[in-house]
């Protein structure tokens, strides 16, 4: 083992089977109400939520502890609009030049097209970058590991933290979004990941009618007697 290798106890709570059932139940409860906004109101939303929301998105594992995700909140609303408009431009070529007929075919359900308003309506714009390689104090460049994976896990906890406090948000990945670096003035290790837009839903907000797979479809048990199912 490792001279810098240390431990502490570790701080669990076991539940009993009664409890931990109901827990899940209503945690899953809450989370099937979860959707992606594209209809925000511009009501404000306290820094204290946000700040929050972006502490659990730290709790994430990452790979050898690198935690390679750099967040950036915007509510400048003189940024957003700059975002908004570099963003509107590349999502125009896309819609028009760069996605395949199937690309297209597949968002239809969706209702999407290059406008998006919420990325200056909402109260605030939430970049997360993720860090390709970190440095030392001294300069150092520094491997960091599983990069993409850790950067997905630490935004899957915000969008869950945010939904569980009452706020609405998108995952929004215009391509491409090297813009996003340049305009909030991010290093070069660090890649633009997602942009969320966040706050409240608008009044008589809608969203597609669509279904999510059901657990046989997207589950596959292997069963201790040897036996495959779904």
């Known amino acids: 083992m490792s001279d810098s290798h240390r431990s502490i106890p570790l701080d669990f709570t076991e539940r009993p089977p009664e409890e931990m059932r109901a827990r899940a139940e209503r945690f899953l409860r809450l989370m099937?109400?979860?959707r992606?906004?594209?209809?925000f109101s511009d009501r404000p939303v306290a820094r204290v939520l946000?700040?929050?929301a972006l502490r659990t998105a730290g709790t994430a594992p990452s790979g050898a502890h690198r935690q390679p995700w750099r967040f950036v909140a915007v509510d400048d609303p003189q940024i957003k609009r700059e975002i908004r408009e570099v963003a509107e431009e590349e999502e125009r070529k896309s819609y028009e030049e760069r996605m395949s007929d199937e690309w297209l075919e597949a968002l239809a359900p969706l209702g999407t097209d290059w406008r998006k308003p919420f990325l200056e309506t909402a109260p605030w714009l939430v970049a997360c970058?993720?860090?390709?390689?970190?440095r030392t104090g001294d300069?150092?460049?520094v491997k960091n590991y599983y990069v993409q994976e850790s950067c997905g896990i630490a935004c899957g906890l915000f969008i869950a933290a945010l939904h569980h406090m009452g706020l609405a948000t998108l995952t929004h990945t215009p391509a491409p979004m090297r813009f996003l670096g340049e305009l909030l003035g991010r290093p070069d290790n660090e890649r633009p990941y997602?942009?969320?837009p966040v706050g409240y839903p608008a009044e008589g907000a809608e969203v597609p009618d669509i279904e999510r797979k059901p657990l046989g479809e997207i589950v596959q048990w292997n069963r201790g007697d040897g036996s495959d199912s779904s």
């Open 32 to 34: 099937q109400q979860r």
């Open 36 to 39: 992606s906004v594209r209809a």
């Open 50 to 52: 946000i700040e929050r």
């Open 129 to 134: 970058f993720a860090e390709s390689y970190g």
């Open 139 to 141: 300069g150092e460049r």
């Open 194 to 196: 997602i942009l969320f």
